[in-house]
């Protein structure tokens, strides 16, 4: 076997393109021992093709080798012929060893194409062949897990458990977790999260982690999650707006608001970031900021409808109704009935009287049951001198607000004034 030694010897050091060479000389005079030992050591390292022909050339000899069929099949798979793997692995027999390992590729085969029912089936036959044995276990509970059956999933993966805290360098506390977490038992998840971080600390369980203590309102602990998981990767993007919500709900608006500014160091076109940034500095009544953040959140997407509305909030506040109008403009105002309402505000401000009336008739129908809009409306009304339509508005107020002095002064004003013509 010198010859898949020094194969072996020169993939390690990377001198891939002597190894071909000693690999083609395999397929034209090897033994099927050293082409199937060279082929095993070859596709660890990538070279689909060349494993794919040596495993055609033994399969010429052993046709219903089962070991053989599996690789071919997980090549094709890595092909993406995922119709080819499943014709290959369903020549396997029954009575092959291999069989329960081709059972579960099929199942992963069928899970893929959202076929669960039969992937389930899959599994379930291998479990009778191998009633003990924990991928199997695994494997159902990846299958229910993905499916959203999460009871399901959580009780494979204890059965799993018992056993083993790793599967194919999968953490088994964490799957538990993560099943728990994603079925709303945050609490319960969270000492799963511990056992698994203590295995080892990997990313994902990190944020998981966190995500969940915050879902379960431990925002101490989600802080310490997210803080590691910035010192271990500052570019894992998810973390930013994740720890600045943790932030505020601590009430540390300060805290929140850098952390925003620092994820968009790395993520600079995330506008949800900029949104929540704007929303942040308005808190800590940096208007300025705050401006700046939801403008850039408003060029990113036009249609983050939501910043939008916010700018114009703080517009109409700081009386800029020449910029209430522009974002009107920007965005559209068919795109919200607030922008009607915004802009009827904008144009009487401006004195633009009539187009604010037209404003104002055509958010009517959306705000006709809304007693801010109609006392706006209402008001803008009187001042124009159409009385009839005011007191049809503050009708409408008072029935609204029954109990308001204020409105049923001003119909009461405003009807007498229209019977005395």
Known sequence: MDIVNKIVTQLENGLYEQALEEVQKILKSGSNEEKFLVAEQIYKFGFISETKELIKQLLMDYPNEGELIILLAEILME???????ILE????????????????????????????EVSEQKILKAKELLPNEVVIDFALGELYSEEGKFIEAIRCYEKVLEKEETVAGVNVNQRIADAMSAG???????????????????????????????????????????????????????LYMNLARAYEREEDLVKAYGVIKDGIKYDE????LYFYGGKLALKTGNEDEAETMLREALALDPELIEAARTLNSLFILQERYGDVLEIISFVGVEEDPQFLWDEALAYQNLEEYSQALNSYERAYTFFKDTSDFLAHYGYFLMEEGNREKAV?????????????????????????????Y
């Open 269 to 272: 076109f995330n506008k949800d």
């Open 184 to 238: 709303g038992a945050f609490e319960e998840a969270l000492r799963y999260y511990e056992k698994a971080i203590k295995e080892r600390v990997e990313l994902n369980t990190l944020f998981n982690y966190g995500f969940t203590a915050l879902q379960a309102g431990f925002n101490q602990k989600a802080i310490e999650q997210f803080l590691q998981l910035k010192e271990l990767d500052p570019e894992y993007f998810s």
């Open 79 to 85: 092909e993406g012929d995922e119709e080819a793997a």
């Open 89 to 116: 692995l369903e020549k396997i027999s029954v009575a092959d060893p291999s069989y329960p390992e081709a059972l579960l590729l099929l199942a992963d085969l069928f899970q893929m194409e959202g076929l669960y």
């Open 392 to 420: 049809e508005v503050f009708s409408k107020l008072i029935k609204l607000e029954p109990d308001n002095e204020e409105f049923f002064s001003v119909w009461q004003r405003l009807s007498e004034d229209i019977s005395s």
